[in-house]
């Protein structure tokens, strides 16, 4: 079992920036992959970025050039660091922990960009 915490979220205005953190605990194991997602009130949850415990990272193109993913292996935590907020970034932000079967999922964490 993993369990994930998500914290960081809130309200920000736009062109603003939020730090998002997402601690990990439980049975981890090196070789996984972390990532963020979001999902907007009556929108599918979307992906925004992942980084694997080498450090190799992907992201969404609407997110490129704005927000960086990070992790600290030591503290099992991963960032996403969220500049040049926009309205259309609001969302409930989701981390989640890939390595083999079954995937685990935080409880999400609110972020609002007011325009």
């Known amino acids: 079992q993993v369990q994930l915490v998500e914290s960081g979220g809130g309200l920000v205005q736009a062109g603003g920036s939020l730090r998002l953190s997402c601690a990990a605990s439980g049975s981890i194991f090196s070789g996984n992959v972390m990532g963020w997602y979001r999902q907007a009130p009556g929108k599918q949850r979307e992906f925004i970025a992942t980084?694997?415990?080498?450090?190799?990272?992907n992201y969404a193109d609407s997110v490129k050039g704005r927000f960086t993913i990070s992790r600290d292996n030591a503290k099992n935590t991963v960032y996403l660091q969220m500049n040049s907020l926009k309205p259309e970034d609001t969302a409930v932000y989701y981390c989640?922990?890939?390595?083999?079967?079954?995937?685990?999922w935080g409880q999400g964490t609110q972020v609002t960009v007011s325009s």
């Open positions: 980084i694997a415990s080498s450090g190799s990272t």
């Open positions: 989640k922990y890939v390595r083999g079967y079954p995937a685990y």
